[in-house]
């Protein structure tokens, strides 16, 4: 490892500085030489001294061999440093892009298998949703399936800063950890070119040095649509007078066949104190009934046509005052029978038309 190499480099520099250093402390411990003007005779058995690098001398065979000088100690940090996990990349199959004839705003998929040696490759995390760089944004990253059953990473990357000229930039490269320790998934960087959606300078050629103006919107033949409304304007048209043609109708027949409807008709054409006004009211509620129907009764016609109920009241005036009028044959005052049909006509035809 290279820690290992290292320490054993420093221990031999400092073997061979131990060595040097020895030698200099040989040559440092000579007698210095006598200073100059000194008697000779003063040192008469002193022999000279040799100057320079001294060489020492052999060993004598039979003197004690010395002692080898101990070998630098092995460095123990290799022993201790527990070893690192080793880190392998996969570089699986990418799906090739479309190199060319990009523009801002435009989407860049791109397609990773994720499968390596014939096995699925798990990831621990799809990559963030985030801007990569000063071209790019990844949009969305998701995992598909073929047809084939293969697993694919699918990023979409939007385009959203383009060049004054045509240019080539690298969609960045992928380094996504997988659900395996110490393998990752990495990509290399994938080359395309884009352009400016208008060049800043045109051909120099006359009728191309300025942006033309914009086409004028086409217009829309609104012929059909307006047939279409007119159309179902006049079928709106011709249903309502349908329905009121109906309604008109249904009024019609129950002034013909309902009893108090056709009562009141027959009371238009009677003179107001006529006592024909009284029978043909007794006749109509008679007919409502289904037999004849007097004071004491009454709830029987009520229970027939219970719309009759809001006239309970006017109904029992009427029945009484009716006494008078027949038998002793006056005028009773307070109780109008045309009025009372005619009240009697509209609840009618109104739950019944």
């Not at 100690?73 to 699986?92: F, L, M």
């Not at 990569?132 to 047809?147: L, M, P």
């Not at 997988?178 to 352009?195: D, E, H, K, W, Y």
């Not at 329905?243 to 309902?258: D, P």
Request: proline residues 11%.
């Amino acid at each position: 490892m290279p820690s290992f190499w290292r320490l054993r480099l420093l221990s031999a520099c400092a073997a061979l500085a131990l060595i040097c250093c020895g030698a200099t402390q040989a040559q440092d411990t000579t007698p210095p030489a006598p200073a100059a003007g000194t008697d000779a005779a003063a040192a008469p058995d002193t022999p000279p001294q040799p100057t320079g690098y001294v060489i020492p001398p052999p060993p004598d065979p039979a003197a004690a061999p010395a002692e080898p000088a101990a070998a630098p100690a092995e460095p123990a940090a290799d022993v201790a440093a527990p070893a690192a996990p080793a880190i392998s990349a996969v570089n699986p199959e990418v799906d090739p892009l479309r190199p060319f004839g990009y523009v801002i705003g435009d989407i860049v998929t791109q397609r990773v298998v994720l499968e390596y040696d014939g096995k699925p490759l798990e990831l621990g995390a799809l990559p963030p949703l985030e801007r990569t760089g000063n071209w790019f944004e990844r949009r969305d990253a998701r995992v598909e399936r073929d047809a084939a059953g293969r697993r694919w990473l699918v990023l979409d990357y939007q385009i959203i800063n383009v060049p004054e000229e045509l240019r080539a930039i690298e969609l960045p490269a992928l380094d996504i950890e997988t659900a395996v320790s110490g393998r990752r998934l990495q990509t290399t960087p994938m080359p395309l070119t884009v352009a400016p959606l208008t060049p800043n300078v045109v051909l120099a050629r006359a009728g191309l040095e300025e942006m033309r103006p914009d086409d004028p919107a086409p217009h829309i033949d609104t012929a059909p649509y307006e047939r279409g409304l007119h159309a179902a304007l006049y079928a709106g048209a011709l249903l309502v007078a349908l329905w009121a043609a109906l309604a008109l109708l249904r009024q019609f027949n129950a002034r013909r066949r309902l009893p108090f409807s056709r009562a009141q008709r027959d009371i238009a054409r009677l003179d107001a104190g006529s006592i024909e006004v009284w029978r043909r009211l007794h006749r109509a509620l008679d007919d409502t009934a289904g037999q004849v129907v007097r004071d004491h009764n009454l709830p029987l016609l009520l229970a027939r046509a219970p719309w009759l109920a809001p006239l309970e009241a006017d109904l029992r005036r009427f029945f009484e005052a009716s006494q008078t009028r027949f038998f002793a044959d006056r005028a009773v005052d307070g109780v109008e029978p045309r009025t009372l049909c005619a009240q009697a006509a509209k609840l009618e035809r109104s739950a019944l038309a």
